[in-house]
Every structure is written in C-alpha cells, then in structure tokens.
C-alpha cells in the first residue's frame, strides 16, 4: 500500500511545491513538474498544457512550473497513484490518499472502511465509450 499524504510526497511523481507566495492571490503553490509530473497533471485535466519554464532546476530535472491550489492535493494524489500503477486509490478522511493492489484492497477494505471518504478504481480507461455511437466521451 502507497500513501500520500502530503504535497512532498509528490516529489517522487515530478511534482515538486516551491512556495505560495509567488501566487498574486496568496492562494496557489508554485510548483516545479519534471516531464512525468506534466503527464499526470495533463491526465488529470484531460488536455496538453503549455506550461511556464521551470523556476528551478530541480537537479537537472524540471522542465515547467504551474499553480495548482490547495484543494488540487487529492485530485492530483489519485491520478500519481494510477499513474504508478495502483489498481484501487482511497481518499482517507485525513486527506491522505492510499493506492493498493487489489489483492491489498480486498484485504484491507473492511478494516479501514469507517476512515474511508472515496474509492477510486485506478485500471478503468480514463474515458468511456459511448455505446450507441461509438465515440469517446
């Protein structure tokens, strides 16, 4: 079982937070995306970002930056967990986000079911098919 329960442990998916107080509003963080970390943010979105140069180097690493709110934290967690490969990603009433296998889902499920908020399923296409016609919605 993977958690994330914090803006740092998205470092390891290329989401690296620098600060809040490059956001004109006091609102936003500004945060550094290795090419990994631009790929699951444009998966979350659903679209390809132009995104500003990086601010720092992260290690050679970074290539872009972007603002992403404090209420992006679990939105972003669930879609570096299926990027990571997890098969089931729980959103924890903490705020924390776990991703498991499903054998550790079914394991596990019953147990922590009262700290449970929402179960995503992570193997699912990211879009459906519509029946009738064919089309990707």
């Not at 329960?5 to 290795?34: H, I, N, Q």
């Not at 943010?41 to 970002?49: G, H, N, P, Q, T």
């Not at 394991?107 to 009262?114: D, H, M, V």
């Amino acid at each position: 079982m993977q958690a994330i329960r914090c803006w740092r442990d998205l470092e390891p998916f290329g989401v690296d937070l620098l600060t809040a107080e490059s956001c004109g509003y006091m609102f936003r963080y500004l945060c550094d995306l290795t090419e990994r970390g631009q790929r699951i943010i444009e998966a979350l979105f659903d679209c390809k970002l132009e995104c500003h140069e990086n601010w720092n180097s992260g290690g050679g690493k970074s290539v872009a930056s972007i603002m992403l709110t404090p209420d992006m934290f679990a939105s972003l967690a669930v879609f570096c967990l299926i990027d990571d490969g997890c098969e089931f990603i729980w959103i924890m009433q903490d705020t924390s986000v776990k991703g498991m296998s499903r054998a550790e889902h079914a394991q596990s499920r019953e147990a922590y079911a009262p700290h449970i908020k929402r179960i995503i399923v992570g193997r699912n296409p990211p879009r459906h098919v519509h029946q009738m016609s064919g089309r990707t919605t």
